[in-house]
């Protein structure tokens, strides 16, 4: 299957700081990739949709100025959690899909955040 | 609304069978997935369905049917790696992906 590498696996930063998370799909083209929030014990939260060159598509409730998302090229999405808190704490996921309407998405190996 | 309904817990013996229901109710349907998921780790894909019926891979069976909004993830001969999380996920009529909140299935020797 494709593969989708997001790093990094887990980050600790201080309060206030930002913190970037990278996505790439290694052997094929990502046209959307998903921002997936994962908090223990609950389901996956998806935060927001970026097809490449164009805003990302944000779900309501998800500051869009707090986690900014980059989906500059056909390989990579950034997720970058702004002047980060401790709630802010949790599983971030990516998933990259190849073509609109492709049956699966490829999950990266998501990133524990810890805001201390 | 969109809504995915999966019981929280199950518990089984290893060696045995186990089947885990996904219900749901969404704006079109693409498919329905089922994925694994090991603690702090991403989900892993298992299974697609999107006729009605039942797709056997190995140990793991999904059933599908449309009409009545239902699916069932059948694992056979359980091991005791197969303590996870399972995902049951339906992609509507947008192509988005609409996530159960996963059934934690522990297994007992």
């Known amino acids: 299957g494709a593969v989708v590498s997001q790093h990094p696996s887990w980050v600790i930063c201080k309060s206030g700081t930002s913190v970037k998370i990278e996505c790439r799909s290694l052997?094929?083209?990502?046209?959307?990739m998903f921002w997936y929030r994962q908090f223990p014990k609950q389901s996956l939260m998806l935060m927001a949709t970026s097809n490449e060159g164009s805003k990302a598509t944000y779900e309501q409730g998800v500051e869009k100025d707090k986690f900014l998302i980059n989906h500059a090229s056909l390989t990579l999405s950034t997720l970058t959690v702004t002047s980060a808190h401790p709630e802010d704490s949790s599983f971030y996921i990516c998933?990259?899909?190849?073509?609109?309407?492709?049956?699966?998405?490829?999950f990266g190996q998501g990133t524990r955040l810890t805001v201390v | 609304g969109q809504n995915i309904d999966q019981p929280t817990e199950m518990t089984a013996t290893e060696g045995a069978i186990v089947q885990i229901n996904c219900t749901y109710q969404t704006s079109g349907f693409n498919g329905l997935f089922w994925y694994q998921q090991h603690a702090g780790e991403a989900p892993t894909f298992l299974s697609y369905n999107v006729l009605d019926g039942l797709e056997e891979k190995g140990r793991f069976s999904s059933f599908l049917s449309r009409s009545k909004g239902y699916s069932y993830l059948l694992l056979k001969e359980l091991q005791m790696k197969d303590s996870a999380s399972y995902l049951c996920a339906v992609m509507d009529s947008n192509y988005q992906l609409i996530w159960g909140a996963g059934t934690k299935l522990i297994i007992k020797p």
């Open positions: 052997d094929f083209q990502a046209t959307t």
């Open positions: 998933s990259a899909r190849a073509v609109t309407g492709d049956t699966e998405a490829f």
